[in-house]
C-alpha cells in the first residue's frame, strides 16, 4: 500500500478523488492548499503526490520548488493537475519539479493509470 | 582814391566784370595781346597820365597775355601773374594768390611772393580763419577790402591770427578775382609797414587781377577735369567692388575700406538714420585706431549736423569749429573720440535721409580738399545706389527663404511622425527668418484658463511658464486673437518687465487658431534696437502658426489613435485571457461533472450514493451556469441591454438574506449584520442588488484565506443609502483600487489567481450599482483587510 498526497482546494474534486480511490487500496490523504499539503508530505512521506496548480497561501509551483529543495523529498514524484495545458504551462511543471500534469478535467480511468505508472513497482 | 572806388565798384558790378571776363578769355586764347592793351588803355586813360608809365603797363600786359597763352596749370598762371605784378609793387609787398574752394570753405595759397617766409604756396586755410570782416566782404559781397594801417584797428591781428599773411601786416588789401560770376579766389597784398600800397597801385592790380581770373578759372577748371576724371576712376574702382557683391554687409565693408585706405584717413563711418536717431551700422578703422563701436547712438554731433543741414560738413580742426558746440547735436564731441577734423555728408534714400557717411581724421587736423569731399560724396551716391539694390535683393532673399521654410515645414509635417520634433522644426524656420534664432510657442490651458508655455528655441529658457490672457505681446495676441506687432518694446504698457530686462525690443506674436478655436499663440522677438516688425512679417509668422497648429492636430489625431489602438489591443489581450482562463475555470465544475458521472456508470454504487454523485454533479452543473450567466450578463449590462426591475424593497431584509445564505459556507468567517433599523424603502431591483451583496460577501470570504469577522454596515448619507462590507482578509495594494472594477483583471494578477470565479463579480456589481443611480468603490489597506462599499439613491434614479 503506497501513501498518496492530494493538494486540491475546490471541495468537489476533494470529494470525487476520494470516491475514486477509496478502492485503490493506497493510503490517499488530501490537503486544502499548498502550505497544508507540504506539512503533510514533509510529516507522511508519499510515494506519490498529485497538486492543484491555484491554490492558496501556497501554490502548486511553490509547492513543487519546495519539495525539491529538500532532499527529504526532492525524489518523490509529483504530478500537476491543472486545466491548463498548454505548451508554456507544461514547461512551467518541469521547471518548478513536476513529473508529469494531468489534465482537468481527467476520468477516473486516467487518474488510476496515472498513479499506477508512478508508483514503485512491487509496492 | 576816388578813382579806385569807382573802378572797383565798375569792375565788380555784372556787366563790367563780364566785358572784362570775356576780353580775358579771348586774350587767353589768343594773340592779339595789341588789341587787348589799347582797349584797356582806352578804358584807364583817367588812371594813366604818365605816357612812360603806360607804356610800361602796356609792355606788361603784353608779357602777361603772352606768358599766359599756353596750357598752363592754376599754379603757374598764379606765379606769372605775380611775377608780372612783382615790378609794379613796393620790393617789401608780400603778394599771394589765393583759390577759393567752395566745397571745402577753404582758401589754398596757389602762389606767394616775397615775405619772410615763401613756403606757405600750398598751404590751405579755412575760410573761418579769415577775420569776419573780410569774410563777409570778400565771399559775401566779392568786393575788395583794403586796410590803410591795421595797427588803428582794433584787435585785427588776434582776429586774423589764423591767417599769418593777414596777421602780421600793417598795410593789407585783400581783392576778389571773379570769372563768370564765379569765385575763383583772390589777390592778398601785404607789407609791415603801414600805408605801403597806393592807390594807384591797387587799382592797376586790380585791374589785372581781372585778367587773370578769368585765365585762373580755365586753369582751375581743365584740373578739376582731371581731378573729376582721377576722382571717377577711384568711384569707379569701388562701384565696381560695390556691384561685385550681392552681400549688403559686404558691399559696404568693401567701400568703406577702399574709400578710407584711398584718402588715408582714420575713419570711415556709416551711420543708419531710424526714429531714434543716428546708429553706427558700419565702420571701417585704420590699423591702430579705435573704432567708434557698431550700434553706437545719439553721440555722433557731425553726423546728426550733416543731417539738419541736409548737405556735406566739413571740419577742419573739431576743437575750435564752434558749429560742433551745439549741445542738441550729441552727448559726446568728436574730440572724446581724438577725432580732429572729419566731413560727413548725408544719404538719401526715397526722398529721406537714410544715413550719413563720415571721414575721421584723429590725432591730427586737416584741411579737406574739395577734391577729397567730392570723392566721399561720389561714394555715398555709389553706396546709396548699392544699399538700394542690395535691399531689393535682401527682400527677394528673404522671400526665397521664407518659402523654402514654409516648404520645408509641410514637408516635415508629412514625413517626421514625432509631433514634438515638427513643432521644433517650425519654431526653428521662424525663429531663424524673424526671430534672430529665438521663437515661443504658448497654449492655451481652457481648463486653468491659462496659455501655458508649450516650446520654445533660443534664449528663450526662461519664458514664463505660464501667462494670463491679454499678458505680454503673446497674451495680447490671445486676446485680441489677432497679430501684434511691438516695435517700442521698452516703452510699450504690456511689456513683461523679465523680457524688456532680457533686451527685447521688437516682438511679434500671431494667434494659433483652429477651426474657430483659440489654440495658443506664436511669438518671436528681436533684441536688435533697428528691428523692425511689419505686416508681412506678421503675415510670415501666420503662416507658420497655420504649420503649428497643423502639426498640433496631426499630434492630437496620432495620439488619440495610438490610444485607441492600445486600448483595443489591451481589451484583445484580456479577451484572449479571457477565454483562456474561462476555459480553464470551466474546466473544474467540468471535472466534477465528468468524474461523478463517471462513477455512477461503471461504479456499483448504493442507491444512497447514486443519489449523493447526482447531487454532486447538479451543483457543479449550476456552478458552471451561473458562470455563463454572469458573463452574459455583464455582456448586456454593458451593451445597456438589460433593464432593471423596480420595486419597494427594504434593503436590510436584502442584507440578512444574503449574509444568512453565505453563512452555511463561511466557516472561520463569522459574518456580522450592522445595520440602521430606520432606513427607508428603497426604489430598487432587488435579486440584482442581492448579486451584489452576495458578490461582495463572497468575495470577503474568498480573500480572506485566514479567516476573519466580515462586517455589512448600512446608514443613510446626503441623499443615499450606504452600504459597506468590511473585511479583515489581504487587502488590495492602492495602485489596484480601481483596477479591481475592471472587466477580467483579477485573471491579471497573479497573487489572486488561485481565487475561483469568472473574475466578473465585481465589475457586474458596479454595473449594477451605477444603474440604480449609485457609486461602488473599495478603501483598503493591504494586509488589514478592505471596505467594499456601495451607495444607492433614496429617490429613484431615471435607468441609465
Redesign the interface.
Given at each position: 500500500m503506497a501513501k498518496i498526497v492530494f493538494c486540491e482546494?475546490?471541495p468537489?474534486?476533494r470529494?470525487?478523488i476520494t470516491?475514486?480511490m477509496r478502492d485503490s487500496g493506497h493510503d490517499v490523504r488530501l490537503a486544502v492548499?499548498g502550505e497544508e499539503g507540504l506539512a503533510l508530505i514533509r510529516d507522511t512521506r508519499p510515494d506519490l503526490v498529485f497538486s492543484d496548480v491555484?491554490?492558496?497561501?501556497l501554490?502548486g509551483y511553490q509547492l513543487g520548488d519546495a519539495l525539491r529543495a529538500s532532499p527529504d523529498t526532492a525524489h518523490i514524484p509529483l504530478v500537476f493537475v491543472?486545466?491548463?495545458v498548454q505548451r508554456a504551462q507544461i514547461i512551467e511543471a518541469e521547471r518548478h519539479g513536476g513529473t508529469g500534469v494531468l489534465p482537468?478535467?481527467?476520468?477516473?480511468a486516467e487518474l488510476r493509470k496515472r498513479v499506477a505508472d508512478l508508483l514503485p513497482v512491487g509496492r | 582814391m576816388y578813382a579806385v572806388a569807382v573802378y572797383v565798384a565798375l569792375a565788380l558790378s555784372g556787366t563790367r566784370a563780364e566785358s572784362i571776363e570775356i576780353l580775358a578769355l579771348v586774350v587767353a586764347c589768343s594773340v592779339a595781346a595789341g588789341i587787348v592793351a589799347w582797349r584797356f588803355a582806352t578804358n584807364m586813360d583817367v588812371a594813366l597820365r604818365d605816357t612812360e608809365r603806360s607804356r610800361e603797363e602796356l609792355a606788361l600786359v603784353g608779357r602777361l597775355s603772352a606768358g599766359l597763352s599756353g596750357p598752363l596749370s592754376p599754379t603757374e598762371v598764379a606765379t606769372q601773374f605775380l611775377t608780372a605784378i612783382k615790378g609794379l609793387l613796393p620790393a617789401s609787398v608780400v603778394a599771394s594768390l589765393l583759390q577759393y574752394e567752395e566745397t571745402a570753405e577753404s582758401v589754398r595759397v596757389l602762389a606767394q611772393l616775397g615775405g619772410p617766409d615763401a613756403s606757405s604756396a600750398g598751404a590751405v586755410y579755412p575760410v573761418g580763419a579769415f577775420p569776419p570782416v573780410l569774410r563777409t566782404r570778400l565771399i559775401g559781397e566779392r568786393r575788395s577790402y583794403v586796410v590803410d594801417d591795421a595797427e588803428a584797428m582794433p584787435d585785427w591781428s588776434t582776429r586774423a591770427a589764423d591767417f599769418p599773411v593777414v596777421a602780421t601786416a600793417r598795410s593789407f588789401a585783400m581783392l576778389p578775382l571773379v570769372s563768370r560770376s564765379r569765385l575763383i579766389g583772390a589777390l592778398a597784398l601785404s607789407d609791415a609797414r603801414p600805408k605801403a600800397i597806393t592807390r594807384d597801385q591797387l587799382q592797376l592790380v586790380a585791374l589785372l587781377g581781372q585778367y587773370v581770373a578769368g585765365a585762373l578759372h580755365n586753369a582751375l577748371s581743365i584740373a578739376e577735369a582731371d581731378s573729376r576724371a582721377d576722382r571717377e576712376a577711384v568711384v569707379n574702382r569701388i562701384s565696381q567692388r560695390i556691384y561685385s557683391n550681392l552681400d549688403p554687409d559686404a558691399v559696404v565693408a568693401s567701400a568703406l575700406e577702399e574709400l578710407g585706405a584711398e584718402l588715408g584717413v582714420s575713419r570711415v563711418v556709416l551711420s543708419g538714420a531710424g526714429e531714434t536717431g543716428l546708429t553706427v551700422l558700419h565702420e571701417w578703422a585704420a590699423p591702430g585706431v579705435e573704432p567708434i563701436g557698431l550700434g553706437t547712438q545719439g553721440s555722433l554731433p557731425l553726423s546728426a549736423l550733416a543731417v539738419r543741414e541736409g548737405r556735406t560738413i566739413a571740419v577742419r580742426d573739431a576743437r575750435t569749429d564752434a558749429r560742433l558746440a551745439d549741445p542738441t547735436l550729441g552727448d559726446r564731441t568728436l574730440i572724446d573720440r581724438g577725432t580732429l577734423a572729419a566731413v560727413a555728408t548725408p544719404i538719401g534714400l526715397g526722398g529721406q535721409v537714410a544715413g550719413v557717411l563720415v571721414l575721421d581724421q584723429v590725432g591730427e587736423t586737416r584741411a579737406w580738399t574739395s577734391q577729397e569731399i567730392r570723392l566721399l560724396e561720389g561714394v555715398a551716391r555709389e553706396l546709396r545706389t548699392a544699399l538700394e539694390a542690395a535691399q531689393l535683393l535682401l527682400a527677394r532673399q528673404r522671400e526665397n527663404q521664407r518659402m523654402l521654410a514654409l516648404h520645408r515645414a509641410s514637408t516635415l509635417i508629412a514625413a517626421e511622425t514625432d509631433p514634438t520634433e515638427v513643432l521644433r522644426e517650425i519654431l526653428e524656420a521662424a525663429g531663424t527668418l524673424l526671430g534672430r534664432g529665438s521663437a515661443l510657442l504658448y497654449r492655451w490651458d481652457e481648463h486653468a484658463a491659462l496659455l501655458r508655455h508649450a516650446e520654445s528655441i533660443g534664449a528663450e529658457r526662461n519664458a514664463p511658464p505660464v501667462l494670463r490672457s491679454g499678458e505680454g505681446v503673446t497674451g495680447q495676441a490671445f486676446l485680441t486673437q489677432k497679430p501684434v506687432i511691438v516695435n517700442d518694446y521698452a516703452t510699450w504698457e504690456h511689456a513683461l518687465p523679465s523680457n524688456r530686462d532680457a533686451g527685447w525690443q521688437a516682438a511679434l506674436a500671431v494667434p494659433l487658431i483652429r477651426a474657430g478655436q483659440p489654440l495658443g499663440v506664436l511669438t518671436v522677438r528681436a533684441t536688435n534696437a533697428l528691428a523692425r516688425f511689419d505686416d508681412e512679417d506678421a503675415r510670415l509668422l501666420s503662416l507658420f502658426g497655420d504649420q503649428a497648429v497643423a502639426t498640433l492636430t496631426t499630434a492630437e489625431l496620432v495620439e488619440q489613435q495610438r490610444r485607441a489602438v492600445e486600448q483595443l489591443e489591451k481589451l484583445n489581450s484580456a479577451k484572449s485571457n479571457f477565454v483562456s482562463i474561462v476555459s480553464h475555470e470551466f474546466r473544474t465544475p467540468l471535472t466534477g461533472i465528468q468524474g461523478f458521472s463517471e462513477l455512477m456508470r461503471d461504479e456499483d454504487l448504493s442507491v444512497v450514493e447514486m443519489k449523493e454523485y447526482a447531487g454532486d454533479i447538479n451543483k457543479d452543473a449550476q456552478r458552471l451556469n451561473r458562470m455563463i450567466t454572469e458573463m452574459l450578463d455583464l455582456d448586456r449590462m454593458e451593451s445597456g441591454q438589460m433593464t432593471l426591475n423596480r420595486e419597494r424593497s427594504d434593503i436590510n431584509a436584502v442584507i440578512a438574506e444574503a449574509a444568512e445564505r453565505l453563512s452555511a459556507n463561511a466557516g472561520q468567517h463569522p459574518i456580522h449584520v450592522n445595520c440602521d433599523p430606520a432606513l427607508p424603502l428603497i426604489e430598487m431591483d432587488t435579486d440584482k442588488i442581492k448579486q451584489v451583496l452576495l458578490n461582495l460577501l463572497s468575495n470577503a470570504i474568498k480573500y480572506s484565506p485566514d479567516g476573519g469577522a466580515i462586517t455589512i454596515t448600512t446608514r443613510v448619507e446626503g441623499g443615499m443609502v450606504h452600504v459597506l462590507v468590511r473585511d479583515l482578509g489581504m487587502g488590495i495594494p492602492p495602485d489596484s483600487l480601481e483596477k479591481v472594477f475592471e472587466r477580467y483583471s483579477r485573471l491579471e494578477s497573479g497573487a489572486t489567481r488561485y481565487i475561483q470565479g469568472t473574475g466578473l463579480g465585481l465589475p457586474i456589481s458596479r454595473q449594477i450599482v451605477e444603474m440604480h443611480g449609485g457609486r461602488a468603490w473599495v478603501e483598503s489597506t493591504l494586509g488589514e483587510g478592505s471596505v467594499f462599499q456601495f451607495t444607492l439613491p433614496l429617490v429613484a434614479v431615471a435607468s441609465v
Open positions: 482546494d475546490d468537489m474534486i470529494k470525487l470516491a475514486a492548499d491555484s491554490m492558496p497561501k501554490d491543472t486545466a491548463s482537468k478535467p481527467f476520468t477516473m | -
